[in-house]
């Protein structure tokens, strides 16, 4: 099986998240090979899980005064904070009969290729279930998977350079609650490639380890998106990603 | 009346109820970072839940869900039903908000 992998390239929140449900699609049709693509959002973002309530956990309000973008996912999980300059996001899009039946079997096959990608720059890790990634006791990336239609799409996020400050403005944590030792304690548990590597490692250095990590071992070519695949996904971001219903639905 | 609880699952995720009810349980929404497949699931998991009598005992509701699960072939991943049942009773007796 070739894989096509689509590099680094940088989206909106609502067409990052129509992108991945229309290659699913084309995926699941047999027209779109299975995928693996690396990108970023911009302008920043927070995405929440299908189950949270967008007014619950995120300050919708400083969202948008800030310009920076809300998407609801296809996918569980939380509410994540996508610093345009602070995270590569990744999904895996292939036809699920190639990874193993159990889901935590099959998160444990996908993020084994980011802790092979965080070893390439010298940082060990581990993925620890149900859908995260540790490094010396810190969560470094996190990861959410949804089967539909015989596809498998995993998407999850590996830390670059953690903004914690920015993170706890747009998140809602009860005002009461974000106090200094509030933030330090996400700092203890929360750690970033910056953290650890310092400056020493750009982005582009990450972008090319995740790469590796990814398709080592795997028959891959470099592709683009389809015309058919981009309509599609044009059509998703009207028709769900930048709608009220979609994103306020819970 | 209205009530909202809370909870934490051990090694899991976590889980956020908020129900409408008198008598009975007229809306409920179950919330939270917790995974269900198929996603759409949520929907009939709640719809289950909606009329039942608010007297209704923690295993009962359980049950109503694990049976949901169960047919449906519904799974939850970081989440319990009995955690979810326990939320929902602890919504209607501590969590009123008047």
């Keep these: ?250 | 009346m209205k009530g909202y609880a809370i909870e934490k699952v051990e090694n899991g995720k976590l889980v956020k109820i908020k129900v409408d009810f008198d008598e009975r349980i007229n809306s409920i929404q179950i919330l939270g970072d917790f995974f269900l497949h198929p996603e759409e699931s949520i929907f009939e998991m709640e719809k289950q839940l909606k009329g039942i009598p608010s007297s209704q005992s923690q295993e009962s509701i359980q049950l109503i869900l694990e049976n949901y699960l169960k047919t449906s072939h519904a799974k939850l991943i970081g989440m319990t039903a009995e955690a979810i049942a326990r939320t929902v009773k602890k919504a209607m007796n501590e969590g009123v908000q008047k």
């Design chain 1, 1 to 250: 099986m070739t894989w096509r992998v689509v590099k680094l390239e940088e989206h909106s929140a609502e067409l990052n998240m129509a992108i991945d449900e229309a290659v699913c699609e084309f995926v699941a049709n047999g027209k779109s090979k299975a995928t693996i693509r690396f990108y970023k959002w911009k302008p920043s973002a927070v995405s929440i899980g299908y189950f949270q309530s967008l007014e619950d956990e995120v300050d919708v309000r400083l969202c948008k005064d800030l310009g920076f973008d809300f998407v609801r996912r296809r996918t569980g999980g939380g509410a994540v904070y996508h610093d345009a300059k602070g995270e590569i996001t990744y999904s895996v899009i292939a036809p699920e009969k190639i990874f193993p039946k159990g889901i935590t079997e099959s998160y444990h096959v996908i993020c084994g290729w980011i802790v092979d990608s965080l070893n390439e720059l010298g940082i060990t890790a581990e993925f620890k279930p149900i859908n995260d990634i540790i490094t010396h006791g810190k969560k470094i990336s996190g990861n959410a998977q949804t089967r539909r239609n015989g596809v498998l799409l995993q998407h999850g996020t590996i830390l670059y350079d953690l903004d914690v400050e920015t993170m706890f403005r747009l998140l809602k944590v009860p005002k009461e609650k974000i106090s200094d030792k509030m933030i330090s304690d996400v700092k203890q548990r929360v750690t970033s490639i910056r953290d650890i590597k310092g400056d020493s490692v750009s982005e582009m250095n990450v972008a090319a380890a995740l790469e590796k990590g990814f398709t080592n071992g795997k028959e891959f070519e470099y592709g683009k998106w389809t015309k058919e695949e981009l309509v599609r996904a044009h059509e998703l971001v009207k028709e769900r990603y930048s709608k009220q219903e979609w994103n306020f639905m819970r």
